[in-house]
T-cell receptor, first 112, second 121 residues
Framework: DAKTTQPNSMESNEEEPVHLPCNHSTISGTDYIHWYRQLPSQGPEYVIHGLTSNVNNRMASLAIAEDRKSSTLILHRATLRDAAVYYCILRDINNYGQNFVFGPGTRLSVLP | EAGVVQSPRYKIIEKKQPVAFWCNPISGHNTLYWYRQNLGQGPELLIRYENEEAVDDSQLPKDRFSAERLKGVDSTLKIQPAELGDSAVYLC???????????????????FGPGTRLTVT
């Protein structure tokens, strides 16, 4: 399974942008890059995904390096509600279907 | 639309006792996942179902864990007997997977339930 590397924790001030990095140097050409986040006492929730091009949605933006060996999740204006663990995952397909392997993620703290 | 429903939310049992968790996925979702999440770690896949078929149970400790998804809708995960190391949060997730030509799977989101926190004493 392809692996990702993320910082254990990050801090941000409220209403400032946050850039959450992820390294995935062993990514293959068919792996999609997914981001999920987990708020306290909840299950993970989908944030965004991409393959090669940068992506934007209402929650965040995903910037993917040209060689695809790294990516960055961008929260444009952090709020207190964005304090969570953020998981960067490579979605591949094995014989059983799509496969997600979660690492420990980055714990984001947002300071008021 | 209701999300993924899990029950119970919390369970405390003594070691060697049996325990069962129930999951009702989002209506119409064909794929169902059970994950285990230890404290400070990301979720780890235990078993994945496509409809009623368990297509990936390679990570399920089969000596004590069992699961079923009758009629391809809701699912039950059982542990018998429970051990101290089974204390964790058990998460259920579902997705609507659509295979297009070749091996391209056009499904991008897993929807997770709130989980069941199991404490084995």
């Amino acid at each position: 399974d392809a692996k990702t590397t993320q910082p254990n924790s990050m801090e941000s001030n409220e209403e400032e942008p946050v850039h959450l990095p992820c390294n995935h140097s062993t990514i293959s050409g068919t792996d999609y890059i997914h981001w999920y986040r987990q708020l306290p006492s909840q299950g993970p929730e989908y944030v965004i995904h991409g393959l090669t091009s940068n992506v934007n949605n209402r929650m965040a933006s995903l910037a993917i390096a040209e060689d695809r060996k790294s990516s960055t999740l961008i929260l444009h204006r952090a709020t207190l509600r964005d304090a969570a663990v953020y998981y960067c995952i490579l979605r591949d397909i094995n014989n059983y279907g799509q496969n997600f392997v979660f690492g420990p993620g980055t714990r984001l703290s947002v300071l008021p | 639309e209701a999300g993924v429903v899990q029950s119970p939310r919390y369970k405390i049992i003594e070691k060697k006792q049996p325990v069962a968790f129930w999951c009702n996925p989002i209506s119409g979702h064909n794929t169902l996942y059970w994950y285990r999440q230890n404290l400070g770690q990301g979720p780890e896949l235990l078993i994945r179902y496509e409809n009623e078929e368990a297509v990936d149970d390679s990570q399920l400790p089969k000596d004590r864990f069992s699961a079923e998804r009758l009629k391809g809708v809701d699912s039950t995960l059982k542990i018998q007997p429970a051990e101290l190391g089974d204390s964790a949060v058990y998460l259920c997730a579902s997705s609507l997977d659509r295979w297009s030509s070749g091996r391209d799977l056009t499904s991008y989101e897993q929807y997770f339930g709130p989980g069941t926190r199991l404490t084995v004493t």
